[in-house]
């Protein structure tokens, strides 16, 4: 049932759409017929060749009729219906061809297939003559590897070749003949091979026609085309060069490469090495090309000397065989371009008559009917700079195009050179291409004809550059030299300096198309390239002469060339402006038109006013589709006619005639043309669908016409104008003219695209207007938003003089292109109706796709949109239509407007809106006789008074309606960033009419779209008012700290609010956050500084206008201050770098600030000097206790006043010498004191002098026993500390700003929920203010933010280890981001302690400060995290465990199971270190571990030593002079599995797991892991014992010390004793008494034991 319903759908389709009907060729009044026993499947394309034809269907399917030699089957070879091609079945078929004899479709995924005859390889199977079905070609591409097959969109077929055009827009030949472009000898061709002549290129296009090629190739972007050498790739020669001769110059470009060699067609058809026609060709080419070289002269846009005198162009005749004669210094330049000099009379004569003859290319223009063959210049391309842009090359270029004959341009470097071309003439005469083609001159007709022909040149040469001088369309009279018969004998000076003078003034029109365009719909900017047999002059080139290779039709650059078809032996090309060239053989009149010659491309008169918007051609015929006025395309016929039976009188003439029958059949969509017969595909116009797709194609297309002639007539011209009128005018006009250009090409496009959519499926969804309706809609806007602009600053009123009388003399001209028909009609107000135009056709746009859309159901998808582009259509053309009228009404507010002011208040894009000259508005408390006039436009509000004006941006305007109890009824309130003021109206009504105004007009200009319809989706909704915060960007004139400064970013009810931009006049510059108008939050500020040409630069935080928070200030001078600020002002933990190491004070501080002064505790490290301070600051001067130490070992301890040491002190010397007493000055001794020497001898007295330089001493020696020196020493060592800083009075700023951080005004005090919020805070607003530095956040990643965002919750109850582990992990974390508070803190911490005891800081000295200042932090920072988990017990308090104790192990020295440690009741206590440490300990470890080994320096070297001499003994020797008991000697070792004996020379193999295990030590970093270290490494000893004894045992200590030696000094660790001091110092008090503690105990006897041990 389904199929019957299907193929019943099909045929109702098929009775509407590619209906087809054939008829005979020849027969003007013959009734096309339907096509004999075809079903009716909707025919999408059609292709005929001579006899046969093929049908392509909706369905992809492939059918072919007629005579068809190559089908095996013997009912198959004349078939009465169509056949389907069954090798197709499966494949879906786009596109179809049809050569004479064969045929060739292509599949949707790009293949090829071909079938017919196959006799020259056309069909390209080798080695067959028919090939009878469709059979796949493989195409690939040779260059790719691998291999990869080429897909192909597009197929042409000839006589005996195919063409294929591939996706990547490369052209594809196969079959026999010069007409495939390629470079071969070889015929046939049966693989498909690339034409490389046109690799590169983007071809749009091919067409076939019997012996010749055609492309349409889009022209180069301008940045592609490369300028010409200066000199030969080849042989390094000149390409130009020129000879000065008395009087005249000889320029030539004549340059033959001796080193490149052409081939010629000939020789390839012929299969000979080299033959005379191979001169033929080459000596053709050279003609026609050095004509082109002569055009691409024209088109560079230079000035042409139009001053050729004909009174000195010279008949040829004998004596000018030898040009040597005359010319002298040129490298051969041939007379007749590059003819041979030296022929014989005869041949020289039969040459001259060929190529004048072929020369007379049309007559000259005459008349106003007869059209010239370049009607416009094309203003979409980009001018090629074809020849170097030298001043040199410029002249060249301009007296060659003068001295035109003298000139032989050769654009292949493979052209042989003239003695070469000669030899091959003297050989044998020309062959008879150049004998036969049109009627010839003799040499003495050429005199007559030579004006005539000067004339005709200048015309067919009259080609423009892209970039459109204007100019050039007028200097028609001289242009590229054909080969004209005859030279000049000279080039006058005067016409040389003519040549080289500059133009006064050029208007450029820029380029017109945009590459968003061109990328969507076709392009407009083409060059039409042509090869192959050129004997009826089908190639276009002028001559009658093959090409082996394509070759561009100069003469069709700008024309627009949107499509091409090719007969037998003629060739057409349409244009976008609905116009035809042909050119070819036009014996039957197939051309359309009957000038001659017709080797050069000419306009066809086939309807003079419709336009053509589809062509075919046939044998010896073309086929025309013509616009009409009902839009039903009519048909036009051209070509051989055939004589009509029983009719004396032929009506049917050579002109081409209208097919009146074939108008009766409906909407024809497209025709085909075969040898005998005519093809056409019709449509039915069911619902008036069809009939409204062809007005819209058609009058696209009229409407293209008409705006290209308003170009090329009006505005060209016009701006070609020397004197226009003002700059501005000449700007706002320049404008106008180049948008209008841009609408132009893109309405030239469209119609392009429209016609091929004709020829297509017709889906109403693909239609351009609707898929790319932006492009269309914003190409309107920008043109009318160009024309408003100018008609607001006067329009076409403000041109001067010239101009004015240019327009008034094309009054009928004008009027006729603005359809305006009254007479007395103003001529500004024809120009106004016919610039407006385009708005017009918006109407048609939405009156046309309404049509379309009723021919859907009110459901469907296609209906919706064709609905909602028609509403966007008409919505822009109202909305166009109302910016006509506020330009009308703002022009006629400035012909009223005070003069003085006019000028500085008009601009093209200032609109009025209202104005209060009827005294509707006026300022409250305003002067008696004060004048108060309010002009409201679309970007400003104007407060005239007399005469001055003030103007108030509209993006920072803000209004509000005064309330009613405020007293004044009518007021509205205006606030600007510096005024405000209260405007009162006079009533009610005019109150809401300026409310509603002034808010639309800010909306508007907040929007930036005051020029675009609110077309896009949801804009249409006006907003009741202008949202109160916006973005805007403002001069301030008034407030003296901002006066001239401008800003540019957030604003909020008048001032500035959010992120922005403020920029002063003296360079200063801020940008980041404001609130209420003043800077405030994180921003970045410059402050120029004068004096040493640099910027200071602060980047940090704001708080109301002034520097507060962290920050850091890059100061000019170079000094680096990275802190807090508070006021403006350095206040709070900051560090300050100062000078570089290479400058004359460098110096950093850390430390506390107050008022920008130093001040509290801080670290000084004075580089030069090499001394660190560490102490008590006030007012930039150290006062107070403080520490200093030097590089030299030297270290202080003490008071001082006004930076200097006063007072008690300590000084202690790199060699323990100790003074202890009163100081005067840095380092002077003054007063009473000891001096205690390092072997405990002291003197106690008054000591006077500066340490180092003699110091003067009265006082008393004493020298204490031995046994008191030894007791007394550490008494003096042990005061030291006493005067340093307290390490709880150290660096109380950090802490202190991570209290306020967590809003706490004192340490402790404040709310715990506060606090969790500041953290989310501070979080969320670091992560956005650190978004652009990567680096930051990836040290904090993401996920860690957004899991320290949450805060953790505390669940009532006891306080359980698993929420101490929880607290452990989240502080871990916090710890790991500096945007955390905690992070911060942590990070400042470490920068400060390291600071402090790195470089000279590292004495040893120092170290029980270092220690101090740890536990310190610690305290410091418990405090902290209790205060944010007010659950943690206090420091060692002990947590019960929740879940029961892992297994008991036995303890090692005792028999009682172990609990996790020796508290009264087992749990897990808590203290500061063991929650702190984890985190802080290794940051700090590098400096603090440095400072143990500079303390314990002797004492290690003794136990290096040892270790060294007792490592050298084996194992067994070691073990017993330790005095280990045998029984725990290991007797077996297993090593890798296998079970070794203890020898005695075994070494390093006994307890190795229990070394290794020791050695770890030195990787952990808090004394917790380094003490789990020394436990396992006693269990590691154990098992190995256990493994020994084979029975269980009980250490004693006495057993236990000897083994555990062993494994220390085996382990070799280099700074044992500085592990032991630091667990010793930092170790949980708690510990010491349980076995971790016992077990210490022993590592550090262990260690005192090595140094003591002697070797026997």
Not at 232 to 259: A, F, R
Not at 950 to 960: A, K
Not at 1163 to 1185: A, L, S
Not at 1321 to 1336: F, G, K, M
């Amino acid at each position: 049932m389904d199929s019957q319903e299907k193929s019943s759908a099909e045929a109702e389709g098929a009775k509407e759409r590619g209906l087809v009907h054939v008829w005979q060729a020849g027969f003007c009044s013959i009734t096309p017929e339907r096509l004999p026993g075809w079903g009716g499947k909707t025919v999408l394309q059609a292709a005929l060749g001579v006899s046969h034809g093929v049908l392509l269907t909706e369905g992809g399917e492939v059918y072919s009729f007629g005579n068809l030699p190559w089908r095996t089957e013997p009912g198959e070879i004349c078939p009465k219906s169509p056949l389907l091609e069954n090798a197709l079945g499966g494949q879906h078929v786009i596109t179809v061809a049809a050569g004479s004899f064969h045929s060739g479709a292509v599949t949707e995924n790009g293949m090829v297939y071909m079938w017919g005859q196959n006799s020259a390889g056309q069909c390209a199977v080798a080695n067959q003559h028919y090939v009878p079905e469709p059979t796949p070609i493989n195409i690939s591409d040779s260059e790719t590897s691998p291999l990869l097959s080429v897909r192909i969109l597009q197929l042409a077929c000839g006589e005996e070749h195919t063409l294929a055009l591939s996706i990547s827009r490369e052209i594809w030949a196969w079959g026999t003949g010069c007409q495939l472009g390629l470079i071969t000898t070889t015929f046939p061709v049966t693989k498909p091979q690339k034409v490389e002549h046109l690799a590169g290129r983007v071809v749009l296009q091919v067409a076939c026609g019997d012996s010749h090629s055609l492309a349409l190739v889009q022209c180069l972007p301008s940045q592609d085309i490369k300028p010409v050498p200066e000199r030969c790739n080849h042989c390094s020669q000149l390409l130009i060069t020129m000879t000065d001769k008395e009087d005249h110059v000889i320029i030539s470009d004549s340059h033959c490469c001796p080193l490149g060699v052409a081939l010629s067609d000939a020789q390839a058809e012929s299969h000979d090495s080299i033959t005379p026609s191979t001169g033929e060709s080459l000596e053709n080419k050279t003609v026609s090309e050095s004509q082109e070289e002569k055009k691409t002269l024209k088109e560079n846009g230079l000035s042409v000397a139009s001053e050729v005198d004909v009174g000195n162009i010279q008949p040829v005749n004998d004596e000018a065989t030898h040009p040597e004669q005359k010319i002298t210094g040129t490298t051969g330049i041939s007379i007749l371009g590059n003819v041979p000099s030296f022929l014989d009379n005869h041949v020289e004569k039969e040459c001259l008559q060929k190529l004048s003859a072929d020369s007379l290319q049309g007559h000259p223009e005459t008349s106003g009917d007869i059209e010239p063959i370049t009607e416009e210049p094309n203003p979409n391309l980009p001018s090629p700079p074809t020849t170097s842009t030298s001043a040199l090359n410029s002249l060249v270029v301009s007296c060659a195009s003068a001295v035109g004959v003298r000139v032989a341009a050769t654009y292949e470097a493979g052209a042989l050179s003239l003695k070469k071309v000669m030899n091959f003439y003297s050989i044998a005469p020309c062959e008879s291409g150049l004998q036969s083609g049109n009627a010839s001159l003799g040499p003495e007709g050429l005199k007559d004809s030579r004006e005539e022909q000067v004339k005709l040149e200048s015309m067919q040469g009259k080609k423009s550059s892209s970039l459109v001088d204007i100019r050039e369309e007028e200097s028609e009279g001289v242009s590229r030299r054909l080969s004209l018969p005859g030279l000049l004998s000279q080039v006058s000076p005067r016409l040389l300096r003519k040549a080289a003078r500059a133009k006064t003034r050029t208007v450029v029109l820029t380029p017109t198309y945009s590459g968003e365009a061109d990328a969507l719909l076709p392009s407009l900017r083409t060059e039409v390239w042509t090869w192959g047999k050129g004997k009826e002059g089908q190639l276009g080139h002028g001559d009658v002469l093959p090409r082996l290779q394509p070759l561009c039709v100069k003469c069709l650059d700008g024309k627009e060339v949107i499509h091409l078809a090719a007969g037998g032996q003629h060739s057409l090309a349409l244009t976008a402006k609905s116009q035809v060239y042909s050119w070819g053989s036009n014996t039957f009149g197939q051309l359309g038109h009957s000038e001659s010659p017709s080797t050069v491309p000419r306009l066809a008169k086939i309807c003079n006013e419709n336009g053509i918007w589809s062509v075919a051609a046939g044998q010896d015929y073309s086929l025309f589709l013509v616009d009409t006025d009902d839009f039903q395309p009519g048909l036009y016929y051209s070509g051989r006619q055939e004589p009509v039976e029983n009719d004396g009188l032929n009506t049917c003439t050579k002109t081409a005639t209208l097919l009146v029958s074939c108008s009766k059949l409906g909407y024809i969509s497209s025709v085909t043309a075969g040898k005998d017969s005519c093809l056409a595909l019709v449509d039915k116009n069911i619902m008036g669908y069809i009939a409204s797709l062809h007005e819209l194609a058609t009058t696209e297309r009229r409407f293209y016409s008409k705006l290209s002639e308003i170009k090329s007539q009006i505005l060209r011209p016009l701006l070609g104008l020397e004197n226009l009128g003002t700059t501005t005018t000449v700007q706002l006009l320049q404008e106008v003219a180049s948008r209008f250009s841009k609408l132009c090409y893109l309405i030239g496009q469209h119609g392009a695209s429209l016609s091929s959519f004709l020829h297509g499926i017709k889906e109403a969804r693909s239609l351009a207007i609707l898929k790319h309706a932006s492009l269309f809609l914003d190409s309107y806007t920008e043109y009318c938003t160009s024309i408003t602009n100018f008609v607001v600053m006067g329009g076409f009123q403000l041109l001067a003089k010239p101009a004015i009388d240019f327009l008034n003399k094309n009054q009928e001209l004008l009027q006729d292109l603005s359809e305006v028909n009254d007479e007395n009609i103003q001529l500004l107000e024809v120009l106004n109706t016919l610039f407006f135009l385009p708005i017009r056709r918006l109407h048609n746009y939405a009156r046309v796709l309404l049509k379309l859309a009723t021919c859907f159901e009110v459901t469907s998808p296609e209906y919706q949109k064709l609905q909602d582009s028609s509403s966007c259509y008409e919505t822009l053309a109202l909305h166009l239509g109302r910016k006509r009228k506020e330009a009308e009404y703002t022009l006629g507010f400035w012909k009223t407007f005070p003069g003085k002011m006019t000028d500085s208040l008009r601009k093209p894009e200032r609109r009025l809106i209202c104005e209060s000259s009827n005294r509707a508005l006026s300022l409250q408390h305003a002067g008696r006789f004060s004048v108060n006039w309010f002009i409201l436009f679309n970007d400003s509000l104007v407060h005239a008074q007399f005469s001055t004006h003030h103007i108030f941006p509209l993006s920072t305007l803000w209004v509000e309606p005064i309330s009613e109890e405020v007293g004044s009824v009518n007021g509205l309130k205006i606030t600007t960033p510096e005024e405000q003021f209260i405007l009162v109206s006079s009533t009610p009504q005019e109150k809401t009419k300026w409310l509603r105004a002034i808010s639309q007009a800010v909306d508007q200009a907040l929007r930036g779209m005051s020029d675009f319809p609110p077309y896009a989706s949801g804009s249409s909704v006006q907003r009741q008012e202008p949202p109160i915060s916006r973005s805007a960007r403002y001069t301030f004139y008034k407030d003296p700290r901002l006066k001239d400064a401008v800003y540019d970013g957030r604003w909020l009810s008048g001032k500035p609010h959010g992120r922005g931009t403020l920029k002063w006049t003296d360079g200063k510059m801020y940008s980041g956050m404001f609130r209420n108008g003043l800077e405030d939050g994180y921003g970045e500020y410059k402050i120029p500084n004068k004096a040493l040409n640099k910027d200071d630069h602060y980047v940090g935080y704001w708080k109301e206008g002034k520097m507060c928070g962290q920050g850091v200030y890059s100061y000019a001078s170079g000094e680096v201050y990275e802190g807090c600020f508070q006021d403006n002002m350095r206040h709070g933990h900051g560090l300050l770098r100062s000078g570089k190491l290479t400058s004359s004070s460098p110096s950093m501080f850390i430390g506390q600030w107050v008022m920008d002064k130093k001040s509290g505790y801080g670290v000084f490290d004075d580089i030069t000097r090499g001394e660190k301070y560490m102490g008590m600051w006030h007012d930039d001067m150290c006062q107070g206790n403080g520490v200093v130490v030097t590089q030299f070992g030297l270290y202080y301890e003490g008071t001082f006043n006004l930076n200097k040491m006063m007072g008690t002190g300590i000084l202690l010397s790199e060699d323990d010498t100790v003074y202890e007493g009163e100081f005067s000055d840095e380092w002077t001794l003054n007063g009473k004191g000891t001096l205690t020497m390092p072997n405990g001898d002291y003197i106690e007295g008054l000591f006077n002098g500066e340490w180092g330089s003699g110091i003067k001493i009265t006082g008393t020696y004493f020298k204490p026993s031995l046994y008191e020196s030894e007791k007394d020493r550490p008494k003096v060592l042990r005061k030291l500390g006493n005067l340093a800083v307290p390490a709880d009075e150290k660096w109380k700023a950090v802490f202190e700003e991570c209290w306020h951080q967590l809003g706490c005004e004192n340490p402790g005090q404040g709310e715990v929920w506060k606090a969790w919020d500041n953290i989310a805070v501070a979080l969320t607003t670091n992560r956005r203010q650190h978004r652009d530095s990567p680096e930051i956040l990836s040290r904090s990643h993401t996920q860690t933010l957004e899991s320290l965002e949450f805060i953790p919750q505390h669940i009532s109850g006891a306080f359980t280890v698993e929420k101490y582990d929880e607290i452990k992990k989240y502080l871990i974390k916090a710890c790991d981001t500096p945007l955390h508070p905690l992070g911060r803190l942590i990070e400042t911490l470490v920068a400060v302690y390291r600071m402090t005891y790195v470089g000279v800081g590292a004495n040893r000295r120092l170290l029980q400060e270092a220690v101090k200042e740890i536990q310190s932090y610690l305290k410091r920072i418990f405090q902290l995290v209790r205060f944010l988990f007010p659950d943690l017990p206090e420091e060692g308090s002990t947590i019960p465990l929740s879940a029961p104790l892992p297994q008991e192990r036995k303890s090692f020295c005792t028999g009682k199971s172990d609990s996790r440690s020796e508290s009264p009741e087992p749990g897990y206590v808590v203290t500061s270190s063991g929650l702190l440490l984890p985190v802080l300990l290794p940051r700090l470890y590098p400096p603090l571990f440095m400072l143990y080994a500079l303390e314990n320096d002797r004492e290690e070297d003794i136990y290096w030593e040892c270790v060294l001499r007792l490592n050298k003994q084996p194992d067994t020797a070691l073990l017993g002079f330790l005095g280990v008991q045998k029984k725990f000697w290991p007797v077996t070792l297993s090593i890798f599995g296998d079970s070794k004996k203890v020898l005695p020379t075994t070494k390093d193999a006994c307890f190795a797991s229990a070394v290794e295990c020791l050695q770890q030590i030195s990787t952990t970093f808090t004394p917790s892991d380094k003490l789990k270290v020394i436990q396992q490494t006693f269990e590691e000893i154990s098992q190995n014992v256990l493994a020994t004894l084979q029975e269980d045992f009980l250490w004693s200590m006495d057993d236990l010390f000897p083994v555990f030696l062993y494994v220390v000094l085996r382990a070799r660790i280099r700074n044992l004793g500085s592990e032991v001091h630091l667990i010793e110092d930092l170790m949980d008090p708690y510990l010491q008494h349980g076995e971790q503690g016992i077990m210490f105990t022993t590592l550090k006897a262990c260690y005192y034991q090595i140094q003591r041990e002697k070797l026997n």
